[in-house]
């Protein structure tokens, strides 16, 4: 009997599968060709530097060919995952995301089809990415694999997030827009701010906005991401709609008659209520409306403010003054709630609070951090906290969590690659990365991806370094 016949033999006598096999089969995807020559290839991936994180346990000296590209396509597939676009019916399925009309019921995408697709890898997105309020990112932000493991984070330098137009000097502000993949760089030595498109690769430059009088201190978006605010050491600021692509002139803030300067602010809000925080002269910390600009009240504080910040729900701020007192702030009815001393801080600089407000951090001049349970806080005068992480040495700049509370990033400008990560669950910092050899240089702002796939790090040369946090499966 040929082989011929034996084939056939085999296909009569093999049970055709079922509707109800096909639907319950797991996908199996084999390759259309294979280099016989791989079975033969002996990869000794213990000698290899680079490859050794490939090793499924330390006794592995060596694997084959095949073997081998299966893990580095493991790997890469976990570092960069597919976007959803390139992802089958029952994949797509799996992971809760619309799947694609029948090709015979039509000649091309959909409305709903449409809405379907990542613009994360370059897709044409940048024409109409300011025409609607939509998501692009979704329901993928919050999307993650299990819960994130301390000590080891996987990280991988992408293009950096202003190749196209770097800052000539010191980048003052870095904002990622909370619900499309827009990075917005500025630079308090240019009267101008830029906005990228970011897909990690090329981080196309879609905009750039100029301010003939005034040279941006903060820069950032609104909290529904329908404005820029851009502020300086004026008593006036500047406001461009998203959408519209109109950028306004606010002369002061609307129903405050003083002198002060905007130079410093945050952004916070109840859904659909956007606010802004301006930090003023002692003490006082105005509340304003994010749509009309309208004053809407004044927080007192005792001495002066260094800086504050809105809960997630934007009900409450949360702000701190040079001598070491966090006050906790009703927006409603702007009261003070609570106020408790900061332990151990004699000049504090920044505070934070996390994305699911239960995690309370601070930072001062002394290089020290810390990090307390925000329900411990409220109930004490004189809270303990949870961990004084004291990693740098020199002055607190910035502090940021990330969108599942999970990482918190402490900063300091004052030295050279002064960049920690901690694992919040554990208080306990990234012992991998970064090292001595990562080149951040003078690190002076930071922000997490709404997802968490990236971290966009400014630095004093005008660069937003941009890398990839590989946990996080999303932007």
């Given at each position: 009997m040929?082989?011929?016949?034996?084939?056939?033999?085999?296909?009569?006598?093999s049970?055709k599968?079922?509707?109800a096999?096909?639907?319950?089969?797991?996908?199996?995807?084999?390759?259309?060709?294979?280099?016989?020559?791989?079975?033969?290839?002996?990869?000794?991936?213990a000698?290899?530097?680079?490859a050794?994180?490939?090793?499924?346990?330390?006794?592995?000296?060596a694997?084959?060919?095949i073997?081998?590209?299966?893990?580095?396509?493991e790997?890469?597939?976990?570092i960069?995952?597919?976007?959803?676009?390139?992802?089958?019916?029952?994949?797509?399925?799996?992971?809760?995301?619309?799947?694609?009309?029948?090709?015979s019921?039509t000649r091309?995408?959909?409305?709903s089809?449409?809405?379907?697709?990542?613009f994360?890898?370059?897709?044409?997105?940048?024409?109409n990415?300011?025409?609607?309020?939509?998501?692009?990112?979704g329901?993928?932000?919050?999307?993650?694999v299990?819960?994130?493991?301390?000590?080891?984070?996987?990280?991988?330098?992408a293009?950096?997030?202003?190749?196209?137009q770097?800052?000539?000097?010191?980048?003052?502000?870095?904002?990622?827009?909370?619900t499309?993949p827009?990075l917005?760089?500025?630079?308090?030595?240019?009267?101008?701010?830029?906005?990228?498109?970011?897909d990690?690769?090329?981080?196309?430059?879609?905009q750039?906005l100029?301010?003939?009088?005034?040279?941006?201190?903060?820069?950032?978006?609104?909290r529904?991401?329908?404005?820029?605010?851009?502020?300086?050491?004026?008593?006036y600021?500047?406001?461009?709609?998203?959408?519209?692509?109109?950028?306004?002139?606010?002369?002061?803030?609307?129903?405050r008659?003083?002198?002060?300067?905007?130079?410093?602010?945050?952004?916070?809000?109840?859904?659909?209520?956007?606010?802004?925080?301006?930090?003023?002269?002692d003490?006082?910390?105005?509340?304003?409306?994010?749509?009309?600009?309208?004053?809407?009240?004044?927080?007192?504080?005792?001495?002066?403010?260094?800086a504050?910040?809105?809960?997630?729900?934007?009900?409450?701020?949360?702000?701190?003054?040079?001598d070491?007192v966090v006050y906790?702030?009703d927006?409603?009815?702007?009261?003070?709630?609570h106020?408790?001393?900061?332990?151990?801080?004699?000049k504090?600089t920044?505070?934070?609070?996390?994305?699911?407000?239960?995690?309370?951090?601070?930072?001062?001049?002394?290089?020290?951090?810390?990090?307390?349970?925000l329900?411990?806080?409220?109930?004490?005068?004189?809270?303990?906290?949870?961990k004084?992480?004291?990693?740098?040495?020199?002055?607190?700049?910035?502090?940021?969590?990330?969108?599942t509370?999970e990482?918190?990033a402490?900063?300091?400008?004052?030295?050279k690659?002064?960049?920690?990560?901690?694992?919040?669950?554990?208080r306990?910092?990234?012992?991998?990365?970064p090292?001595?050899?990562?080149?951040?240089?003078?690190?002076?702002c930071?922000?997490?991806?709404?997802?968490?796939?990236?971290?966009?790090?400014?630095?004093?040369?005008?660069?937003?370094l941009?890398?990839?946090?590989?946990?996080y499966?999303?932007?």
């Amino acid at each position: 009997m040929d082989d011929s016949d034996s084939d056939d033999d085999n296909r009569k006598s093999s049970p055709k599968p079922t509707p109800a096999d096909s639907h319950t089969a797991p996908l199996e995807r084999t390759p259309v060709w294979q280099d016989p020559h791989d079975a033969r290839l002996v990869v000794p991936i213990a000698d290899i530097r680079r490859a050794r994180k490939l090793r499924q346990n330390e006794s592995e000296k060596a694997v084959d060919g095949i073997e081998y590209s299966r893990r580095l396509r493991e790997q890469f597939e976990r570092i960069y995952p597919r976007p959803t676009w390139a992802m089958s019916q029952p994949e797509r399925a799996k992971l809760g995301l619309p799947t694609f009309p029948p090709p015979s019921t039509t000649r091309g995408p959909s409305a709903s089809t449409a809405a379907a697709y990542d613009f994360d890898d370059g897709e044409s997105a940048e024409g109409n990415i300011f025409s609607s309020s939509k998501s692009l990112i979704g329901e993928r932000a919050s999307r993650r694999v299990g819960a994130l493991p301390p000590e080891i984070l996987e990280v991988v330098r992408a293009k950096d997030g202003n190749q196209m137009q770097y800052s000539q000097t010191s980048l003052c502000s870095v904002s990622w827009h909370p619900t499309h993949p827009i990075l917005l760089t500025a630079s308090s030595s240019t009267p101008s701010l830029h906005l990228f498109h970011i897909d990690g690769k090329l981080n196309n430059k879609l905009q750039s906005l100029s301010f003939p009088d005034l040279h941006p201190t903060c820069a950032r978006f609104s909290r529904d991401g329908r404005e820029v605010l851009a502020t300086g050491r004026r008593k006036y600021f500047y406001a461009f709609d998203v959408e519209a692509g109109k950028v306004e002139r606010v002369a002061g803030i609307r129903g405050r008659d003083d002198d002060r300067l905007l130079d410093a602010f945050t952004v916070g809000g109840a859904e659909g209520e956007p606010m802004v925080a301006f930090l003023g002269k002692d003490g006082h910390v105005d509340l304003v409306d994010g749509r009309t600009k309208q004053w809407v009240g004044d927080l007192k504080m005792n001495g002066s403010v260094v800086a504050a910040e809105f809960s997630a729900d934007g009900k409450r701020v949360f702000s701190i003054g040079g001598d070491g007192v966090v006050y906790v702030w009703d927006v409603g009815s702007r009261r003070c709630m609570h106020t408790f001393v900061d332990e151990g801080t004699i000049k504090p600089t920044t505070i934070a609070v996390s994305p699911n407000d239960q995690i309370l951090a601070t930072g001062n001049t002394m290089g020290i951090v810390n990090v307390y349970n925000l329900a411990t806080a409220m109930s004490s005068q004189r809270p303990k906290p949870l961990k004084a992480v004291g990693n740098l040495t020199t002055s607190i700049s910035a502090l940021t969590f990330n969108a599942t509370s999970e990482m918190l990033a402490i900063s300091s400008r004052a030295k050279k690659d002064a960049l920690r990560l901690l694992h919040v669950p554990t208080r306990t910092v990234f012992q991998n990365w970064p090292t001595a050899g990562t080149p951040l240089g003078h690190v002076t702002c930071h922000e997490f991806s709404p997802g968490g796939g990236y971290i966009s790090i400014g630095n004093s040369k005008g660069k937003a370094l941009l890398y990839r946090l590989g946990h996080y499966q999303s932007l």
